[in-house]
Structure formats: C-alpha cells, structure tokens
C-alpha cells in the first residue's frame, strides 16, 4: 500500500513493528560486539603478553584490526548495495566471530596478531550493516527516535569495557575475552536470520577490485603514519615520509579509478551532495575529538586525580549520560518535527566550549568539576553523534545507502586515528619538556613513555610524583587546546548544512515501525519499495 502523505512504498505483507524491535535488538547486539572487542582486550593486553611473549610486536594486536577494519569498511557497504544488505552483515557477522574464536585459540604472537586482522575484517562490516539496514528499516523522519539506543549501546561499551576485559581475566583467563563474542554473535545471527527480511538484489556490475585496493592502500598507509608517527619512527623519518607519499600517491589514482568504474566502490557522486560532504567533514572532527577525549581523560584522572585505573570506564560516566540523554533528545525532537540543522551547530558550539574547558584542568582539579567539563563536551557529541549519520543517509539514494553509511563510518573512524595520534604526539612532547622544566634534562626518561597508573605514582619520590602530575596536566592542556581547535572548524563546518526535509515524514505508526522507509534520494524523488520484517 501507499501512504500519500510520505509517498512511501511498504511491501504487500502483515506489518509487525514487534518483529522489527527485535531485529533492533539484534544489531544493537552486534553493534556492542564491535565496540566491546578492543575495550576488552585493553584489559587484556598485559596477561596475554605475560603468556604469549613478544611485547615488541604488542602494538600490532592493536593495529592489525584497527587497519582490517578501517580498510574493509567502505567494501562491506558497497557489497551490501550490490548484493544485498542482509547476506552481507551475516557474513561479517561470520566472520568476526571466526576471528574471535582464532584469536582465542592463538598459541603466539604472530597467530594472534593475523587472527586479529580477521576478526578486524568483519568488523569492518557489523557498524555498516547496522546502520545501512536501519537506513532501509526505518525512514530518516522517524530515526531519530532510535538515536538514545545507539548511544547507550557505545555507552555500554565505553565503561563496561574496561570492567567485564578485567573480570574475565582475572577469573576465566583472557582467551575468553574473545570467546565472549561468541555467545552474543549466534544471538544475533539467530535473530537476523529469523526476523530480517529485505528485498533480495542482483549486481548489474563487477566488484571494483582496482578501487578496492587502492582504497585500501591509502587507509592504510593514513592508518599506520597515524600509528607510527612520533612513536615507533620518527614524523620526519623515511618510513613515515614514504608511507604519506604512498598514501598520498594511492588517493589519487584511487579519485581516477572510480571515475573510470562501473560500480565504483565509493561513488564520488556521493559527495556532491554539500550535507553528505559536511556531514563527512564533522563526523571526521567528532572522531577526531572523541577519541582524543576517550583516551586523555582516564589518563588525567588516574595520574593527577588519583583514581583507581580498574575502573577507568567508571571515569567517562558523566561524559557518556550526558551523550547518551542529549542525543535521545535530539533524536525524540527530530522525529517530532523534522528539523536537525541546528543540533550540528549547537554540538559543535558545546564541543568547542568542552574541550576549551578540560583545557584548563590542572593538579588543583576536582573530579566533580572535571566531570561537569565532560558533561558539557558529552552534551556536544550527544547532538553530533547520530546526527550526522541520519543527515548523511538522507542525502543520497537508497541505491547508495551502504557507500554512504561506510563512508560515514570511515571518516569518522579516521578522525580518530588522526585525533589520538596528533594528541599523543602533542601530549607525550609536553610532558617531556614539563619533566625537563622542573628536574633537569635527566628527567626526560624517568617516567618512561607518560602512562604511569596511580599505584607506579605512589612508589616514585614525592618531588618526581609532583613534577609528573605537573606535566599531565601540562599535557592534557595542550591535548585539548588541539581538540577545541578541531571543533571550531566542526561548529564553522555546522553552519553551511542546508536544512533538507527528512523523507519518510509522517507515516502512521504502523507502517513506521515495520521499516515503511525504503525512500528515494532526495526529497520528492520517487521511492523504492521496502523491506518488511516477519
């Protein structure tokens, strides 16, 4: 039937919101796995080196999924347009969990770390698939309802990571610190098997094998000077210079291939859309901060404040309810009327006055007032978080909702790549040169690479403990000046979005709930028909 106020399309077949709940349910399932998994292992990480050995290669458990992941993630979305979003998310879904049970299984570094990359590689294509079949669920009008779940679920995860990766190691052994996926995974593949049903596709093209990989090349190459720079080499060494040229060099022929290509893996037609570009520019900046502030906050609490490192999860709290209440509420507004263009600018305003604020933390620093500053830059990221998503998906096709959704995720994926590697940088020089400015030159490597825990603190002599918090908190200054800087070009970006009507308005409830939005591009163009969930 056609509803002719939204001029949406619902498939012939009795509508049952209930069963849509519970493919809802499903992909919050997966979600969680994708943003538990490195939360966990953090945890993890110093038995499983205590047990397996190879603390030089440490770093690449870490990065060998971070680089699968971030490089796989625009090829999941564009096979879910080709081929199908359903088959493509249980794939990944597969996928990830075969990685895990590997990963669990691992008898050496090096097995660990190629196990990783697998897993990495379906994990490429759990926050894809979610959000790409949302975007065919339910209509862009009627999203934003969904939004607080979203943000409860990265919530979850940002403080129960930490907590249930330490419960596990201490009492089952950290292998099951990948087995845990396991269990969540058949859930969901279960459920999406059971319930989901969308429209099957057939490719009228060829997989972009060339744009694939040099894609892939150029985030790699970003991914590992992100990585490596200022730390494992030097900005200015040769492995670092030849990794921009390479990425540098990739980028470009990456923008010809895909104007040569029948289905390009990433459509740069996409981007001539001003919001999907915007939205791909402030989801970059909102990374780029979140990361940044995700990681330098615990740091700050643990060696200047003095709070337990077990429950550093415990320390975002106020940062995360905040995030998790504004963008329920944006998102109840939004459905309720329509309008988004000025959450964009209030995030970016209350992201620009957040970071300035955890800018000014020193060692006389309550934690009561260190958790008002993360509120306020947990409301900005609250109004920017799901936002941009939404708008992102609204401004293209239906036909290209996984690019879009991928290359959402992608951008934002690298802001955070840049956000940590740029503030750690940032971070580790000013801590050296504070350590130099109240001890000496001899003090530069007294406290190895700026990481020490409360406990390591209270064993160093009272005149170096004070110097070392002096200089976190020097480090965290400049961190998050970087941070508030980055934000006025999010908040500046914010004000050039054009306030596009959300298509799928006005459905009856119903026909919402049962993913009446299989919509069109833009507003006015005409609607495909959509899926419908039994």
């Not at 964009?344 to 305003?349: F, L, M, N, S, V």
């Not at 000014?360 to 958790?371: A, I, N």
């Amino acid at each position: 039937m056609v509803d002719s106020a939204s001029k949406t399309v619902v498939a012939s077949g009795e509508v049952k919101p209930r069963s849509v709940r519970v493919v809802l349910m499903a992909l919050m399932i997966a979600m969680l796995l994708a943003m538990l998994d490195n939360m966990i292992i953090g945890t993890a990480m110093p038995t499983i080196v205590g047990e397996l050995g190879g603390l030089e290669h440490l770093s690449w458990v870490v990065t060998a999924y971070t680089l699968a992941t971030a490089a796989s993630t625009p090829i999941w979305g564009k096979l879910g347009d080709m081929y199908g979003r359903k088959g493509s998310f249980l794939t990944s879904i597969v996928i990830f969990l075969i990685g895990s049970a590997l990963s669990g299984m691992a008898q050496d570094m090096g097995q660990l770390i190629g196990f990783r990359a697998v897993q990495g590689l379906g994990a490429g294509g759990l926050m894809v698939g979610v959000m790409a079949i949302i975007g065919d669920l339910i209509p862009p009008r009627d999203r934003g309802k969904y939004q607080g779940m979203m943000a409860g679920v990265m919530a979850l995860a940002m403080i129960g990571g930490p907590l249930v990766g330490g419960t596990i190691t201490d009492h089952m052994g950290w292998r099951w610190s990948f087995y845990i996926n396991l269990p969540l995974g058949a859930v969901a593949l279960a459920m999406v098997t059971a319930v989901l049903h969308l429209p099957k596709k057939k490719a009228q093209g060829k997989i972009d094998y060339l744009g694939a990989a040099l894609l892939t090349v150029a985030i790699t190459s970003t991914v590992l000077v992100t990585t490596w720079g200022g730390t494992e080499y030097a900005w200015g060494s040769t492995e670092i210079l030849g990794l921009i040229v390479l990425g540098v060099a990739a980028v470009a022929a990456f923008l010809f291939a895909e104007t040569k290509a029948a289905e390009p893996v990433m459509p740069l037609h996409i981007f001539r859309s001003r919001n999907f570009t915007l939205m791909s520019v402030i989801g970059f900046l909102v990374g780029f901060a979140m990361f940044g502030g995700v990681l330098y906050l615990p740091l700050f609490q643990q060696a200047v404040q003095g709070a337990s490192a077990t429950n550093s999860g415990l320390l975002l709290l106020p940062m995360l309810l905040s995030m998790m209440v504004v963008s329920l509420i944006a998102g109840r507004i939004t459905t309720s009327s329509g309008k988004y263009k000025m959450f964009p600018i209030i995030g970016g305003a209350l992201m620009v006055v957040g970071m300035y604020l955890l800018a000014q933390m020193d060692t006389g620093t309550s934690r009561l007032v260190s958790g008002v500053y993360m509120a306020v830059l947990g409301a900005g990221l609250g109004f920017l978080m799901q936002i941009t998503m939404l708008v992102a998906q609204n401004s293209v096709e239906m036909k290209d909702m996984g690019v879009a959704s991928s290359s959402a995720t992608l951008f934002r994926t690298l802001g955070g790549s840049f956000g940590v590697a740029l503030m750690g940088s940032l971070f580790t020089s000013r801590v050296t040169d504070a350590m130099v400015e109240r001890l000496g030159p001899q003090a530069a490597g007294s406290v190895g690479s700026a990481q020490l825990d409360a406990a390591s603190l209270a064993k160093l002599p009272e005149a170096v403990r004070e110097a070392y918090q002096h200089a976190v908190a020097a480090g965290t200054h400049s961190a998050f000046l970087l941070g508030a800087f980055v934000a006025v070009l999010g908040f500046l970006a914010a004000w050039f979005v054009k306030e596009v009507p959300l298509r799928g308005a006005g459905p009856a409830p119903a026909e919402a709930g049962a993913g009446a939005g299989a919509e069109a591009g833009d507003a006015g163009k005409p609607a495909a028909a959509a899926p419908v969930a039994h």
